[in-house]
């Protein structure tokens, strides 16, 4: 009894060595900080730790789902796993949460970007937990990039165009 007490302990992984997975999910909470960061510096709603926390999950139920899958218990099953279902299941949980950061204010929607940088977070979490670590690390450049400077010139034609007309 107590060997199989130990073994849940000393060898807590069945798809991969603990390190990797370390690995994946560190790289998550970076990554996911990364773009949390720059919605923190904007002072937007959700922002470093929401980010880190979503980024995180993602990574989380990716490794989950690995190690549901190498369960001896299963080694009979003969079905087909489904690993759409877990990218759906991230993305519904993560949309869930972003939609709580849009609002509408005197005929202004505020929050998109914040709402779809949460969205990006869970989805760079997913490939970090799938071990595309490379993937992930693209993705959170392009979304620095498009987060400072396609920003910075949005708000430069936004500041050189007339008003709108009420």
């Keep these: 009894m107590f060997e199989n007490l130990a073994a849940e302990f000393t060898q807590p992984f069945r798809s991969m060595p603990a390190e990797v ?10 990554l996911g900080g990364i773009i949390g960061l720059e919605r923190e510096l904007a002072a937007r709603p959700a922002g470093l730790r929401t980010h880190m926390m979503i980024a995180l999950a993602a990574a989380l139920l990716t490794l989950v789902t690995f190690e549901l899958l190498a369960l001896p218990s299963l080694a009979a099953y003969t079905g087909k796993s489904d690993p759409l279902r877990l990218i759906e299941a991230v993305t519904a949980g993560v949309a ?4 709580g950061t849009i609002f509408t204010s005197k005929g202004q929607v505020n929050g998109l970007t914040t709402g779809a940088g949460m ?5 760079i ?6 071990g595309h670590l490379p993937l992930a690390g693209m993705a959170t450049v392009l979304a620095l990039l498009i987060l400072t400077l ?7 034609i936004a500041a050189k165009a007339p008003p709108a007309d009420p």
């Design 96 to 99: 869930f949460l972003a939609a």
């Design 150 to 156: 396609v920003g910075a010139m949005t708000r430069q």
């Design 119 to 123: 969205w990006l977070a869970g989805a």
């Design 125 to 130: 979490g997913l490939a970090c937990g799938m």
């Design 21 to 30: 997975a370390a690995l994946r999910l560190g790289i998550a909470v970076i």
